[in-house]
């Protein structure tokens, strides 16, 4: 272009057609040279992230779900089938690299349903992302060898046991937030914490992740929150009265980034050291100790009955499109107590 000006500047014979040589070149830099001249536009040859993905327009005036509640009043968005991409946000996290921890204790003769637990979350859990399992167990030599897809790992982190399950139950909150400070906090970027008497059943994936996400109790989604079985009794550090409480959150599925997670664990293992020294246990030790924490900390994300089920005891409603990580049929008191 520049060629062509001190040509012209040579060449005043021409000056009459300088009026469309510059509507020509005008034309030919709004069209082909708006890449060099804006920096906000893409070079050619280059590919933006998420260039070349295809998928429906969000409709504003089209609510993904009529049926459900689909954002809390303190606009979290609660997930259910329905409501996310997850194309869009495979790429989001592909983009950031992430390792997601999944922790889970198999104490005693819990240990019993960890194949199925690892099988099924290879099946189904973060498929495609990178995936640490945590497992905490008592007894090393019966953690069961199941074969890992390409970045996935099994670390065995052995633990004492407890006479009562109450008390691993207990337990595993301090467990995780002196792991959150030893190595979590440098070996993955999120935690899920989840029970070991469960197995995966359908997709769980980066949809859930936020900062702090907890999981609605399937037996408690539907109810008034004077029917929710907190620690009602003021002595505890758990107490919440009945004139207060959001939703009623499963202690069985929750996690987020390590750094809140181990704030999460460990302000609900020193709410239970207090209620110890005080000779009090809350009625649902550590699950009524996270609840009354998500009271005062809201979840940033919230998951629906989905993400943990029990269709021998509840069915299968019509509102449950999917059934995600359902609860494994067990005698309880074959397997606590022994």
């Known amino acids: ?23 020509l070149i005008m034309l030919f830099l709004v069209f082909f040279g708006a890449g060099i001249l804006s920096p906000r536009m893409p070079m050619l040859g280059t590919r933006q992230e998420g260039a070349g993905m295809v998928y429906p327009q969000p409709k504003v005036l089209t609510p993904s779900r009529k049926d459900v ?18 194309d869009i946000l495979n790429e989001q996290f592909r983009v950031q690299n992430v ?11 819990y240990v019993v349903f960890l194949k199925l637990f690892l099988e099924t979350a290879e099946e189904h859990f973060m498929v495609g992302h990178k995936v640490n399992y945590y497992v905490f167990t008592d007894r090393p030599a019966d953690v069961p060898r199941v074969p890992l897809r390409g970045g996935r790992r099994l670390l065995v982190l052995q633990v004492p046991g407890a006479a009562r399950w109450q008390d691993v139950s207990m337990r595993r909150m301090e467990t995780i937030s002196r792991f959150c400070a030893q190595r979590f906090l440098h070996e993955v970027d999120f935690l899920v914490c ?17 900062a702090r996400f907890a999981t609605l109790h399937p037996g408690f989604y539907r109810a008034a929150r004077r029917a929710f079985t907190y620690e009602r009794r003021p002595r505890s550090r758990a107490h919440i009265p009945r004139d207060q409480g959001d939703f009623y959150y499963v202690g069985a599925f929750f996690g987020g980034s ?22 009090i246990e809350a009625v649902w030790h550590d699950e009524s100790h996270l609840n009354r ?38 005698d309880h008191r074959e397997i606590r107590h022994r």
Not at 5 to 14: F, G, I, S, V
Not at 69 to 86: C, Q, S
Request: proline residues 6%; aromatic residues 8%.
């Open 99 to 109: 390792t997601i921890g999944l922790t889970v204790f198999a104490i005693k003769k």
């Open 1 to 23: 272009m520049a060629e062509l000006l001190r040509t012209k500047a040579r060449k005043p014979q021409y000056c009459s057609l300088g009026p469309v040589a510059f509507l």
């Open 194 to 210: 989840a029970d070991v008497d469960l197995r995966f059943r359908d997709h769980v994936g980066v949809e859930i992740l936020s």
């Open 258 to 279: 390590v750094a809140e997670v181990q704030r999460l664990t460990s302000a609900c293992h020193r709410a239970m050291t207090a209620d110890r020294a005080n000779g």
């Open 69 to 86: 509640l689909v954002l809390t009043p303190w606009l979290a968005p609660i997930v259910w089938e329905g409501t996310f991409n997850i």
């Open 293 to 330: 924490y998500l009271l005062d900390h809201k979840p940033t994300k919230v998951l629906s009955p989905e993400y943990l089920w029990d269709e021998q005891l509840l069915g299968w409603p019509a509102v449950m499109e999917k059934l995600r990580c359902v609860a494994v049929p067990k």
